[in-house]
């Protein structure tokens, strides 16, 4: 069975739909807030399909990533006590505390690491509302590391996909499950911590 090849096509095929640069948008603002998918797996094959439009890719997602950050922050300022309670419940208050602990070491320097890193950035967006973080060190931290991120996957795609693309096609089976065992490795790791 050839689960992720199939599903590199579809992928593929709906990077290239008309309504994907506002589907990117979309997805780059509910995850900065709520939704769990990073929009790097909308990114990067739009990236990969049609380089010579990268970089307005990277630029959509950096936007509306911010944006979202926005939203998350706006979430964690005045609607956290509507969330306090489920978020008990979950795996996520742990994480919320760890991110607590961690703004109270780092400060903003926080919402870089998270924004360019594949840690949850809601986390640290709503957190920064709970905290009260400065507003302006906020947003410019959130456009440089999202930026940084979003610029660093379409530059990538941009100009090396043309040449990666034919053995990422031959090996795609192999690195859906190789990241699948480090996505479960991961997972392992930060439940034990």
């Known amino acids: 069975m050839k689960l992720f090849s ?75 006590d509507l969330i306090s309670d489920w978020l008990q419940t979950t795996n996520y208050w742990n994480n919320y505390l760890r991110a607590r602990s961690w703004f109270e070491e780092w400060g903003v320097w926080i919402i870089f690491i998270a924004g360019f890193s594949p840690i949850p950035y809601k986390l640290f967006t709503i957190t920064a509302g709970v905290m009260v973080q400065p507003l302006l060190p906020f947003v410019l931290a959130s456009f440089v590391g999202r930026g940084a991120r979003f610029y660093l996957v379409a530059g990538l795609l941009k100009y090396l996909g043309p040449r990666v693309e034919p053995m990422l096609i031959k090996y795609i089976e192999w690195l859906g499950w190789l990241f699948v065992l480090l996505l479960v490795l991961v997972i392992a790791w930060v439940s034990m911590h």
């Open 6 to 80: 199939t599903l590199y096509l579809k992928v593929m095929n709906a990077a290239e739909h008309p309504k994907a640069p506002a589907i990117l948008s979309v997805l780059s603002f509910a995850e900065s807030s709520f939704f769990p998918i990073p929009p790097d797996v909308m990114l990067a094959p739009m990236a990969l399909r049609m380089p010579s439009r990268a970089l307005w890719f990277a630029f959509l997602t950096t936007m509306f990533s911010v944006l979202g950050g926005l939203a998350g922050y706006a979430i964690g300022y005045f609607a956290f």
